[in-house]
Structure formats: structure tokens, C-alpha cells
């Protein structure tokens, strides 16, 4: 009995030992060593890929240097894993196997926040540029405009300087009426309207036939406007034509009228010029001159004092100012030889006088001068 006993426990001892086990008999479960190096491998070629991509799209949307290189679009968060990551017992086989968890790799990088970055800074400087220029072109317009409204165009050029000179040294006797003129030169802006009287012989036809030798200018006699048909003096606009088609394509110019005297007597006709020389085309830069033998007219003076400027007085000349005259008219027609005392008296005597308050001024002026010194030196004597 007892052995029988001792070969059943030996019998069944052997059916159920490791080494007769049908478990075993299966094909092993590979070691979690070979597993961790398996998946290792996959982890570190998909993190190669991913890093590529990320390289590519960075270049292609060319993020600036200032962009923030710990951005979270750029960093890959992984699970590294390790041999002490997962613990097993080589024993304990028939646990069930230990699943691994990937946490997922985060890639995706805002390209179009980059872009959208980059053309917002571009837009800003061209909005500052925009804001610094429009000032600039408003400025340089301003600085234009008020150069075509100064009389810069005229006193500073070297011919209008040449002008002022000249007459300086040869319009005799009107020292005070000729630094007005100067005056309402340096004042003059576009459009101006003066007017000069004096008697005759006092250099106001001289001043318009100087200004002609240096300066643009257009002289006109009343009796050419006088000359006009009537359609001239019925309508004020005619007349004004008539006047801006004699004027040139000058920047400036002089419109001298000459012997206005001869007009003042007809009410209607001083109306009429007012109005045209009032509306004359002011896109031109114009200095209307007037000259007026004596005084005018009570009827005529109002309707041209609305319009001028300037009103300048020239006096009558003295005995002593035509003998300059004189002088001056012999060196312009280079008289050979040169007049003598006596023939520059003969001449004197010759012109008509008369006597304020002991002052002697001549009727005519210097208005006879070149004929009278021409025939002194044809003659030889006076």
C-alpha cells in the first residue's frame, strides 16, 4: 500500500513538473529587453521625420531670428523610455504583458502666424513712411506756391538789378519818386497797378524806355487804344483781350501805357480800361505801369484809384537837373568834341522857364534835350 502510494505521488509529481508542461512546449514570449529596443527604434525614426518636416516648413516661411526658439510649436514632448521604465520579473511569464503608452508628438508649427507676423511689421512701416511723406508733400506744395506768389522772380534776377542801377544814374531829379517805384517793385506779388504822374519833361517816358532795355515789357500808347474799333470800348472783356494778346510768354513783364492823359477826359472810357486792366488774366506775374501827364481828372481819378497800387509823383526839374541832362545826353551820343561850358549854357537858355518862389523849372523838362544837343554838335556851336 505504501508503495503504491509513493508511485502515485511520483507519477503525478512528474506529469505537472515545468520540464513536461505542454506551456512550455509553446514558442517563447520575446523578453521585454528585445521589445524596448524594437519600439526605441520606431520612436527614434519617427522623431527623424517629424524633425524634417518641421525643418522644411520653417525654411519655407522663413521665421525671424526674435522668434521664440522655446515656442511650444517647436518642441516634441516623448516618453523616454527606459529599462527602468518597465519592471518585470523574468519569473512571472505568464503576467499579462505590460501595453506602452506613447504620449503624442506634438508638430504642427504655425506657419501662417509667422507670415502673418511678418506682414503686419511691413505694412507698419509702410503706414510710417505714408504719414512722414504726406506733411513733406504738403510742405514742399506750400513752399511752391508762395514762391509764385513773391516777387522773388524779379528784384533778385541780375537784369532787374542792371534796371535799378541805371536808373539810379540817369533818371535825374526824382530821387524820392523813383525809390517809390523801387518800393512797390520789392512789394509787387503777381499783380500789381501803379500809377505815375508828373509834367511833362519829368523822365516818366524815360522810366518806360529804360525798364524796355533790361526787362520784358510791353509799352502801349493811348493812342493806339484810342485807334481801337468801338466793340473795344463798349465791353470791358474786349478791351482786355486785346491787352493779354500784346503781353509775351514772359515769367514777368512790364504793361506800360503811356500818355494816359490823353483818355481821362471821357468818363466811359476810364471806366471801361479800369475794368479791363482790373480783369486781366492774373495767372501771369504783371506790373502794369500808368503814366499820366499831370493831374488827372476828378472823373476819371476815383474809378482808377479801386484799382492801383500805388500812386507816384514826379516832380518838375530844376534848372541845375536839365544841365545834367545835358551832360549825360552828350556822353550817350558820344559828342566829339566835347560840349563846352557855352554851349551847354546856349542850350539852358534855349528851354523855357518858370519861377516858384524864386526856383526856376523848366515847362518841358529834359523832353527837348537829345534834339537840342544833336544840333549843338552838328552845328559846333551853339
Request: charged share 20%; proline share 4%.
Amino acid at each position: 500500500m505504501d508503495e503504491s502510494m509513493n508511485s502515485v505521488h511520483s507519477i503525478s509529481a512528474m506529469d505537472i513538473s515545468p520540464a513536461t508542461s505542454p506551456k512550455m512546449t509553446l514558442n517563447p514570449i520575446p523578453s521585454n529587453h528585445l521589445l524596448l529596443n524594437a519600439f526605441q527604434q520606431q520612436q527614434e525614426s519617427l522623431s527623424n521625420m517629424l524633425f524634417s518636416v518641421e525643418r522644411q516648413i520653417i525654411n519655407k516661411n522663413s521665421i525671424p531670428d526674435d522668434y521664440d526658439n522655446n515656442s511650444n510649436s517647436l518642441c516634441l514632448y516623448t516618453t523616454v523610455l527606459t529599462d527602468n521604465n518597465i519592471q518585470t520579473n523574468p519569473d512571472e511569464s505568464n503576467q499579462p504583458r505590460q501595453r506602452i503608452k506613447v504620449e503624442p508628438v506634438s508638430t504642427v508649427v504655425d506657419s501662417n502666424s509667422v507670415v502673418n507676423k511678418t506682414e503686419l511689421k511691413s505694412s507698419r512701416k509702410s503706414i510710417s513712411k505714408l504719414i512722414f511723406l504726406i506733411p513733406l508733400l504738403f510742405l514742399i506744395l506750400y513752399i511752391i506756391a508762395q514762391h509764385k506768389n513773391t516777387s522773388s522772380i524779379l528784384p533778385r534776377t541780375s537784369n532787374w538789378q542792371n534796371a535799378s542801377e541805371y536808373l539810379s544814374k540817369n533818371l535825374i531829379g526824382q530821387d524820392q519818386g523813383l525809390e517809390e517805384f523801387k518800393d512797390a517793385m520789392v512789394k509787387h506779388k503777381n499783380f500789381s497797378i501803379v500809377i505815375i504822374e508828373g509834367s511833362i519833361g519829368t523822365g516818366k517816358t524815360y522810366l518806360a524806355s529804360s525798364l524796355e532795355k533790361f526787362l520784358s515789357t510791353t509799352l502801349i500808347s493811348t493812342n493806339d487804344l484810342l485807334g481801337l474799333s468801338k466793340h473795344h470800348w463798349t465791353e470791358p472783356d474786349h478791351l482786355s483781350l486785346y491787352l493779354s494778346s500784346c503781353l509775351s510768354p514772359s515769367l514777368f513783364q512790364f504793361l506800360i501805357i503811356d500818355d494816359l492823359d490823353l483818355l481821362t477826359t471821357n468818363e466811359q472810357y476810364c471806366q471801361i480800361l479800369t475794368s479791363a486792366l482790373h480783369s486781366i488774366n492774373k495767372n501771369k506775374n504783371l506790373f502794369i505801369l500808368l503814366l499820366q501827364t499831370g493831374k488827372m481828372a476828378s472823373k476819371c481819378k476815383e474809378s482808377f484809384d479801386n484799382i492801383t497800387t500805388k500812386s507816384i509823383q514826379f516832380n518838375k526839374l530844376q534848372r541845375q537837373h536839365i544841365r545834367t541832362c545835358i551832360e549825360n545826353e552828350a556822353d550817350t551820343q558820344n559828342v566829339q568834341p566835347p560840349l563846352n561850358d557855352q554851349q551847354i549854357e546856349n542850350i539852358l537858355n534855349s528851354i523855357e522857364y518858370i519861377n516858384e518862389q524864386g526856383i526856376l523849372y523848366g515847362t518841358t523838362g529834359c523832353k527837348q534835350i537829345p534834339s537840342l544837343v544833336m544840333l549843338a554838335s552838328k552845328k559846333g556851336s551853339y
